[in-house]
């Protein structure tokens, strides 16, 4: 069982991880409106947005073969750091790499063929085709995924905060060597892929740095074991995979339909709000990533009573960070467009306001799918996304072809609440009635 001290320090611990992810983010945050200023500002709304189909087409197409291995990574390691279980450990990590791997080479094919098709129904010319091309296969061959999970494993946020911090630094770098040697959509997509290039190797560094037990050779080469030392891990695997591809797929794919209805420049307006918004959902995504530790730990030690004092307890915060986020919203964000911006892209403030509330939804729902994933229901997490999707999809479905981009943020607002409430419901009773269930039951 958990101590009772281990019971109040989870919410400490997640807070502390937080503030480490936040002081990386502080300053990537910052150094993300310059950039992405000098790419609006220098590539204008038809460039930007060209810009934009190219980004979103690479996100789509990693986010459909992404196996999300840092949370594999956490939901088995635990258990094999509190037994001080090196070996299976080292096993797990291997596997781990394997599965970011296949899924790397399986994304450089789908780019491929879809850089086909989509290059007339886009209207790419030649050289920004085979630039799309070469900038999907960095993004996909860039994997960092479980050496991540490494970081979050050991609490080593602040390493992990100072890795991140690598990719904004360098689209900083990149955008003013753009903007004054190569002021084209091209020239950005380059200085995008080596940002990912050098936080792959930075990450890899602080992983083996951190613990350089659990990359002896040995060990890696006996990885195929890690399914059997780790009931249920191929579930869990898949079940992480169809999640991501469902849920960060789908919100690129909706850049690409707009693309192809109605143009790369309302696509670079939408996106341009999207990514405003998305400061918001990065705090979410923060918080998310330093609970999960926190709700395994607590499964890993069969203690529910600590899983549902966490869960109301980091409920009740988000539910005050969202307070704050949506008044500052109507308060900033005019402001905050134009100066990201300028007056060009003053239209887009309607998108940035539904979509930041539909971010601001997503913030107080941020614990319920960490929590259903470290205490072995991540296949209900799943069915919730699964359902948010087909309503989205329904709503746009409905909405766009009368109100284009607004319809859009509209939709996405409906099927953000109505996440919300159904992850809430789903989350409180898979907590309440199966909190300790064993690590296989996924479903």
């Not at 886009?122 to 999907?136: D, E, I, V, Y």
């Not at 330093?290 to 069969?302: C, T």
Request: glycine letters at 10%; proline letters at 2%.
């Amino acid at each position: 069982m958990i101590s009772s001290a281990s019971k109040q320090g989870s919410l400490r611990r997640a807070l502390a991880n937080v503030s480490w992810l936040l002081a990386g983010k502080g300053v990537g945050a910052i150094l993300s409106l310059v950039y992405l200023g000098l790419a609006v500002r220098v590539l204008k709304s038809e460039g930007f947005g060209e810009f934009t189909l190219v980004f979103g087409t690479a996100q789509a197409i990693a986010a459909i073969v992404s196996f999300q291995t840092w949370q594999i990574v956490v939901r088995y390691g635990v258990h094999h750091v509190l037994t001080e279980e090196e070996g299976p450990l080292a096993r797990l990590v291997g596997f781990c790499i394997g599965l970011d791997l296949a899924g790397a080479i399986a994304g450089c094919f789908i780019a491929w063929g879809g850089v086909t098709l989509l290059k007339p129904l886009l209207g790419w010319s030649n050289s920004l085709s085979h630039a799309a091309l070469a900038f999907c296969f960095v993004m996909l061959l860039s994997i960092r995924s479980t050496a991540v999970g490494l970081l979050r494993l050991r609490d080593r946020f602040g390493l992990g905060a100072m890795a991140d911090a690598v990719t904004p630094i360098m689209r900083f770098l990149g955008a003013l060597a753009a903007v004054l040697w190569d002021r084209t959509v091209t020239g950005f997509l380059l200085a995008w892929a080596i940002a990912d290039i050098v936080t792959s190797i930075v990450y890899w560094v602080c992983a083996i740095k951190v613990m350089p037990r659990s990359f002896v050779v040995a060990d890696l080469r006996k990885s195929w074991s890690a399914a059997s030392e780790n009931p249920g891990i191929w579930r869990f695997a898949w079940l992480t995979n169809l999640n991501s591809a469902v849920g960060t797929g789908c919100n690129n794919m909706i850049v690409l339909l707009i693309g192809i209805a109605t143009g790369a420049a309302d696509a670079g307006h939408y996106r341009l709000a999207y990514q405003l918004s998305q400061a918001l959902v990065r705090v979410s995504e923060m918080f998310a990533r330093a609970v999960l530790p926190e709700f395994a730990r607590s499964h890993a030690g069969q203690d529910l009573d600590s899983i549902k004092r966490l869960l109301r307890r980091s409920t009740g915060l988000a539910i005050g960070a969202t307070l704050v986020i949506v008044l500052s919203l109507f308060a900033f964000g005019r402001f905050t467009l134009q100066l990201v911006a300028g007056r060009d892209f003053m239209g887009a403030f309607p998108l940035l306001l539904v979509l930041g509330i539909a971010a601001s939804l997503d913030l107080i729902g941020v614990n319920f799918e960490p929590a259903l994933v470290a205490t072995g229901h991540a296949g209900r997490a799943f069915q919730v996304r699964c359902v948010r999707t087909l309503a989205l999809f329904g709503m746009l479905a409905l909405l766009m072809p009368h109100f284009g981009t607004m319809g859009v943020a509209f939709g996405i607002l409906v099927s953000s609440l109505f996440g919300l409430v159904l992850l809430a419901i789903t989350a409180w009773r898979a907590v309440t009635r199966a909190g300790n269930a064993p690590v296989t039951e996924i479903v």
